[in-house]
């Protein structure tokens, strides 16, 4: 495959002229008068933050916070970010959840080069979908995303949706000791189970924080799971909350129940009711305290629950002339002959295959080929003992049902498979290109649990 090269060398002289302060994102060419356009420039750097008390911690940032600067633009409109890498290391930038061209995914050797240190990219896609969105690097991504290289994407509604009130959440656990000194990312025996957990479990940044909401009011609750490998089982006990939507896409809201799993790369979100002011609820993964919400203030009129918030313009997929695929995800529970040389460990396979991190030709050898145009069930067969998020890029996808579960069908980017579940979705494949398929437990993805799927 082969690619000009985009991004501009000896980019930050370029940026300099920009007049750009020390980190930080800011609208930086102007709005022309054509087309409604969201830009913004958005630097990866190192950082000290103080995620343990009294501590310093080198994280690496987007637009100077981990996680990173929150991007919103609005439905329909241009999304235009230019990414300067100051990081020691080559990176990209994924969109996790838009259904955009090729070229502009961020996958290394796919869609594009490596952004090397010093260089810059600007990445330029329209934004199809509303909903929650979020960005990460798609390069070393055990330590790109453990280091705090994930932000999120907010799609606004065309319209004005009913919420006068939201919050974003986004989740994310650091692999940090008790002094804030980052240990390893990824150890084989963990990769080989369920992932390798952060020990630092923080909101925004912060651990067990007390995030203040309007008393009375219903508030939209964007909740973003950006961990490397936790499922988070949130519940909000006492709570009236209704889910809203699902990974970026409507749902009919209804009650959250008493838990809802949300694995690594997936999002929620809720409407909540505020109780009355001085009250606290907290916000749970089992019986564990995520953060505080604290209900304060008042005066405001109660707010009424909104509609449904409106259906995004996915293409519905033809389930009866729709071919059939099966996808078997596996243990492969290999270790390469040669680690010792700097080869991969491969614990896990998708259809026999397991993809291997650093084989830049994996992407030429594609796990299935898909007509344009055409629809598509995928057959979803987890046979171990772990759960896998399961993401494609490029398409957004209908759940339809699971062997272990009763689903209501809906559209998503990322599906949490259970241990030993079957479950099938459907996709019109609409979008040409070579597109990652992929567990987001980070360190399963590392170790082989990815493959590419063309669509031509
Ligand atoms: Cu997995």
């Not at 260089?119 to 199809?128: G, V």
Request: net charge neutral.
């Amino acid at each position: 495959m082969s690619f000009t090269r985009r991004q501009i060398l000896a980019g930050l002289a370029g940026v300099s002229v920009l007049g750009l302060g020390a980190g930080g994102a800011r609208y930086w060419l102007g709005r022309p008068e054509e087309a409604r356009t969201h830009d913004y420039e958005l630097i990866a750097a190192p950082l000290d933050v103080e995620l343990v008390p009294g501590h310093r911690t080198s994280v690496w940032a987007y637009g100077g916070q981990a996680p990173g600067l929150e991007l919103r633009a609005r439905q329909g409109d241009w999304l235009r970010v230019r990414f300067v890498n100051r990081l020691p290391e080559p990176s990209t930038i994924h969109w996790h959840g838009i259904r955009l061209p090729l070229e502009m995914d961020g996958v290394p050797y796919v869609s594009q080069l490596p952004v090397l240190p010093g260089e810059y990219f600007d990445y330029r896609f329209r934004l199809p979908d509303a909903g929650s969105f979020w960005y990460h690097p798609h390069t070393a991504s055990g330590e790109q995303l453990g280091r705090g290289l994930v932000g999120p994407l907010i799609v606004e509604e065309r319209e004005p949706s009913g919420f006068r009130h939201e919050r974003t959440l986004s989740l994310k656990s650091w692999h940090v000791d008790g002094q804030g000194v980052f240990g390893e990312f990824s150890v084989p025996r963990e990769a080989a189970r369920g992932g390798t957990p952060g020990r630092l479990t923080t909101v925004n940044g912060e651990a067990a924080p007390t995030l203040e909401l309007p008393a009375g009011q219903i508030v939209r609750l964007r909740i973003l799971n950006l961990d490397n490998t936790l499922t988070y089982r949130l519940n909000l006990p006492d709570a009236e909350a209704r889910i809203y939507a699902l990974d970026g896409n409507p749902v009919a809201p209804r009650p959250l129940g008493k838990e809802y799993w949300l694995g690594p790369g997936m999002r929620i979100e809720l409407g909540l009711r505020v109780p009355a002011a001085g009250v606290e609820l907290p916000l749970r993964n089992g019986p564990l305290r995520l953060a505080t919400l604290k209900s304060v203030g008042g005066g405001e009129a109660p707010g009424a629950w909104p509609a449904a918030l409106p259906a995004n313009p996915v293409p519905e997929p033809d389930l009866a002339a729709a071919e059939s695929l099966r996808f078997n995800f596996e243990w492969a529970g290999a270790l390469s002959v040669n680690t010792e040389q700097g080869g991969a460990f491969k614990f896990w396979q998708i259809n026999g295959q397991a993809w291997d991190i650093n084989d830049r030709s994996c992407a030429e050898r594609p796990i299935a080929t898909l007509q344009q145009g055409r629809s598509y069930i995928f057959e979803l067969r987890n046979v171990s003992q772990y759960q896998h998020p399961i993401h494609l890029h490029g398409m957004t996808f209908k759940v339809l049902d699971s062997n272990r579960r009763k689903i209501a069908p809906y559209f998503t980017d990322t599906y949490l498979l259970g241990r030993n579940e079957t479950a099938r979705v459907a996709l019109v494949a609409d979008n040409p290109g070579v597109w990652m398929f992929h567990c987001h437990v980070v360190d399963h993805m590392e170790t082989g649990l990815m493959a590419a799927i063309k669509v031509a």
